[in-house]
């Protein structure tokens, strides 16, 4: 569905992105993991328009994607739920709702939706006249979710997504995940929580110093021996 073919992003001089190509297969959670700074975000970014990648292919169902803006790309069916959440602070629940559907002309059917975020979290709802800047670290991050979804995306990015959350909050995040994709969203997940990614991804890609160095389902990521050790605490024994 969504097809990433050899990649190049830079910032200057400095190449992030060094030919990456991967796939996220329609209907599936993949994961990308990797330590901290070897591209993971910039590819996000390189997906959602935010940054123009050097060279490569970014391609929808087919539509090459790369070269369009941010708009266009959300207009196609991808919407982006940013690292750290990035909620529109001094707007309210519901305003931020309501901006993450600023491209749709149907009324009726956002204010459908936004009954229906309503539903799936009802602390939003609880909520809804609320500043989001004034909720707390836990209910954040579910506004982000459900203002991407009021876009209707086709394929849902996510960043890091459990980033410096409690665990009872992770594991209701990835509750959440699970249930999207349970609902038929396609998700493409960047995540250093490699013990719950685990519990719902598909598909696994690793990526250090801006190239994917793995590949692999759930099960081979498990059994490789350098990855145990690097993110699911593996020690080795003998």
Same mark, same amino acid.
């Given at each position: 569905?969504?097809?990433?073919?050899?990649?190049?992003?830079?910032?200057?001089?400095?190449?992030?992105?060094? !030919?990456?190509?991967?796939?996220? =297969?329609?209907?599936?959670?993949?994961?990308?993991?990797?330590?901290?700074?070897?591209?993971?975000?910039?590819?996000?970014?390189?997906?959602?328009?935010?940054?123009?990648?050097?060279?490569? &292919?970014?391609?929808?169902?087919?539509?090459?994607?790369?070269?369009?803006?941010?708009? %266009?790309?959300?207009?196609?069916?991808?919407?982006?739920?940013?690292?750290? %959440?990035?909620?529109?602070?001094?707007?309210?629940?519901?305003?931020?709702?309501?901006?993450?559907?600023?491209?749709?002309?149907?009324?009726?059917?956002?204010?459908?939706?936004? =009954?229906?975020?309503?539903?799936?979290?009802?602390?939003?709802?609880?909520?809804?006249?609320?500043?989001?800047?004034?909720?707390?670290?836990?209910?954040?991050?579910?506004?982000?979710?459900?203002?991407?979804?009021?876009? %209707?995306?086709?394929?849902?990015?996510?960043?890091?997504?459990?980033? !410096?959350?409690?665990?009872?909050?992770?594991?209701?995040?990835?509750?959440?995940?699970?249930?999207?994709?349970?609902? !038929?969203?396609?998700?493409?997940?960047? =995540?250093?929580?490699?013990?719950?990614?685990?519990?719902?991804?598909?598909?696994?890609?690793?990526?250090?110093?801006?190239?994917?160095?793995? &590949?692999?389902?759930?099960?081979?990521?498990?059994?490789?021996?350098?990855?145990?050790?690097?993110?699911?605490?593996?020690?080795?024994?003998?």
């Amino acid at each position: 569905m969504l097809d990433v073919s050899d990649l190049v992003a830079a910032y200057g001089k400095i190449e992030a992105l060094k !030919g990456v190509t991967l796939q996220a =297969e329609r209907g599936r959670i993949t994961c990308l993991l990797g330590p901290n700074g070897a591209g993971k975000t910039t590819l996000m970014m390189s997906i959602a328009g935010i940054l123009n990648p050097k060279r490569g &292919s970014i391609k929808l169902e087919g539509t090459e994607l790369t070269g369009l803006t941010p708009a %266009r790309i959300v207009a196609h069916g991808v919407a982006l739920v940013p690292e750290n %959440r990035l909620v529109f602070p001094r707007m309210s629940v519901r305003e931020n709702l309501l901006a993450g559907a600023y491209q749709r002309k149907d009324k009726a059917g956002v204010a459908a939706d936004v =009954e229906r975020m309503y539903e799936r979290f009802p602390r939003l709802r609880e909520r809804r006249e609320q500043l989001a800047g004034t909720l707390s670290g836990g209910e954040q991050p579910m506004l982000a979710v459900a203002r991407a979804l009021m876009s %209707r995306p086709r394929v849902l990015l996510m960043d890091e997504p459990s980033l !410096g959350l409690a665990p009872l909050v992770v594991a209701e995040i990835f509750r959440i995940v699970a249930e999207l994709n349970g609902d !038929g969203t396609t998700i493409f997940l960047v =995540e250093q929580n490699a013990h719950m990614a685990l519990q719902v991804a598909h598909h696994f890609y690793l990526m250090e110093q801006g190239r994917v160095t793995f &590949s692999g389902t759930p099960g081979q990521l498990a059994e490789d021996e350098v990855i145990q050790r690097a993110y699911l605490g593996a020690r080795r024994t003998g």
